[in-house]
Structure formats: structure tokens, C-alpha cells
């Protein structure tokens, strides 16, 4: 009887119409339910930097209407006299925080899973994460007191050494190494996780064949974990420079660009260009900039780290 019901379903001229009908809405219904996402990724990414792009090249304060200058917007940024020391500063900044956001968590997430119980890897976990839920204003702020020359911690502790009072946020030589000394030991970031899923992926019958052939501890490292870690390694490196292309907060809060303009950088004037001084169509002619050294580095990034394996 179920073979007979079953044969009728299938050739059934009403069965098979509907499912038929069925089959011909599926593709229409996911265009349909997909173009919402479409619509809204257009209206509130794309328009924004089409916005921008062609702003880069009109003198616009933002309440008046722009007036077309060409690329005079970007020859003035260029011929400034802070222009190569904001390069220089952004090159330091980019590299010096996608170092840190690459090796310290690599470290972390290698140590935590070295860890002889599921337990203490867990507990390890938690320690590690619940820090990326305080807010970064919060941070800065902690950090702002602690490297304080007069009353703060680090110096406080560096005394114990008889080490004299060091002027972190004063200096032209310390400035931008204070700002990077910010979440210090520099773990409890997303690229912790991103590497922790990553070395969990890799299979145990790799570690198992590595111990037999003598390959372990920093031999292992080398020749299993790292080149398997590639495309999280990839992933890290692109996030990481686009995160400290855009981070101009701490500069902000902490320095505001100076002393000596040891720490500025174009995202900062990029800001008060656009909303201190109302120069919108100056700053939209910074961001453009800097979206195409973004790409740039996404570029070269996703090139020379191809996985090897």
C-alpha cells in the first residue's frame, strides 16, 4: 500500500505539478529573500564610500553646497608639512599592532591548548576573553593612569629598580611606543580565537605522526603549526592593519596627535579636518587615501600568505 501511495505521489499529474511549482518558486524565493541584504549592504557600505570618493574632491563644509575642486583636496595633503611624519607614524603604528596582534596571540592560544586538562584549557579560555568585553574607552582610560609620570603603575614599579620617572605620553621618543603598550600582554583579542580554532582544527593524527618522527615542541611550531595556521595567520594580518588604519581613538584621547606631532596620523586629522574644522571634502580626500592603502594591504597580504599545505 505505501509502495502504491508512493507511485501515485510520483506520478500524479496534480503531485507532480505542485511539485513542479515548488521547484520553479525555490530560486525566485531565495532572489527575493536575498535582496533585502543586498539593498541594505548598498544603501549603508557602498553608498557611503561612492559618497566619499567623489566628496574627496570638492570644498565642502557640510552645510553649504560643494564646489568642485579636482584633486586640489589631495595635492594639499600631500605638500603639508606633517605629511611624512603622519607616514612614518602610520607605518610604525600598522606594523608595530599587527606584530603584536599576530605573535602574542599565536603564543597564547599555542600555550592554552599545551594546557594538560580540558579543564585548565577552558578556564584559560574565559581568562583570556572576558578582558575583549571592556570597552576600549574604558582601556584607554586604565592605561592613561597607569602610565601617568606623577602617581602611576608602571613608573611606580620601574622605581623598585631605581629607575627614574619616564614621561610615556610626553615624549617624543615614547609617545607612540605608549600607545602601542596599550592591552598589554596583548592576548585577549580576536585573533586569539580566530588562532585557537585554527590549532583545534588541525587533526590529532598530525601531532600523533609529528611525535613519532621526534618533531615536537618548537620544531613542531615551526613545521606543523604555523604553516597549518596560514589562512587564520592571513585573516589576523588583514584585520589587524585595517584595525589600526581606522583606531584613532587612543591617539585622541590620550596624545591628540602630539607632542611634536610624535603621534599623529592621517585618521586623526582625517577627523578633525572633517569635524573640528568642517573641512568635509579635505577629509573625505584622507579617508580615500587611506581606503586605497587598506586595499593595498589586503592585497599584498592575501599574496605572499598563501597556504602552503
Known amino acids: 500500500m505505501a509502495k502504491v501511495s508512493g507511485e501515485w505521489a510520483e506520478h500524479h499529474p496534480l503531485a507532480s505539478g505542485k511539485h513542479k511549482k515548488h521547484a520553479r518558486l525555490g530560486p525566485?524565493?531565495?532572489v527575493l529573500m536575498i535582496i533585502p541584504s543586498i539593498v541594505l549592504v548598498v544603501l549603508f557600505n557602498y553608498y557611503p564610500a561612492v559618497r566619499s570618493?567623489?566628496?574627496s574632491l570638492t570644498s565642502w563644509d557640510g552645510?553649504?553646497?560643494p564646489q568642485f575642486v579636482g584633486f586640489q583636496n589631495f595635492v594639499s595633503y600631500f605638500q603639508q608639512p606633517i605629511f611624512w611624519p603622519e607616514v612614518r607614524?602610520?607605518?610604525l603604528f600598522v606594523v608595530g599592532g599587527t606584530i603584536i596582534s599576530i605573535v602574542f596571540p599565536f603564543l597564547a592560544a599555542e600555550l592554552t591548548l599545551a594546557l594538560p586538562s580540558l579543564k585548565g584549557q577552558n578556564r584559560a579560555k574565559y581568562l583570556f576573553v572576558i578582558p575583549m568585553v571592556i570597552p576600549q574607552v574604558i582601556m584607554i582610560s586604565i592605561w592613561a593612569y597607569l602610565l601617568n609620570p606623577d602617581d602611576g603603575l608602571v613608573d611606580a614599579v620601574l622605581g623598585l629598580f631605581r629607575v627614574s620617572p619616564v614621561q610615556?605620553?610626553?615624549s617624543t621618543h615614547t609617545a607612540l611606543l605608549s600607545i602601542l603598550l596599550i592591552g598589554f600582554p596583548w592576548v585577549s583579542s580576536l585573533g586569539y580565537l580566530v588562532f585557537l580554532a585554527g590549532l583545534q582544527g588541525?587533526?590529532?593524527?598530525i601531532f600523533d605522526a609529528s611525535s613519532v618522527d621526534g618533531v615536537v615542541g618548537l620544531s613542531r611550531l615551526w613545521s606543523i603549526d604555523l604553516p597549518l595556521s596560514i589562512p587564520q595567520l592571513r585573516f589576523v594580518v588583514i584585520i589587524a592593519g585595517i584595525t589600526m588604519v581606522q583606531n584613532f581613538v587612543p591617539i585622541l584621547l590620550l596624545t591628540g596627535g602630539g607632542p611634536a606631532n610624535a603621534t599623529i596620523v592621517p585618521g586623526l586629522q582625517m577627523y578633525q579636518e572633517a569635524f573640528t574644522d568642517s573641512q568635509l571634502g579635505y577629509g573625505m580626500a584622507i579617508g580615500t587615501l587611506l581606503f586605497v592603502f587598506m586595499?593595498?594591504?589586503?592585497?599584498?597580504t592575501l599574496r605572499f600568505l598563501k597556504p602552503r599545505t
Open 28 to 30: 525566485k524565493l531565495g
Open 168 to 170: 610615556w605620553l610626553g
Open 89 to 91: 607614524n602610520l607605518v
Open 53 to 55: 570618493l567623489l566628496g
Open 295 to 300: 586595499v593595498l594591504v589586503s592585497i599584498v
Open 63 to 65: 552645510f553649504n553646497p
Open 202 to 205: 588541525i587533526s590529532q593524527e
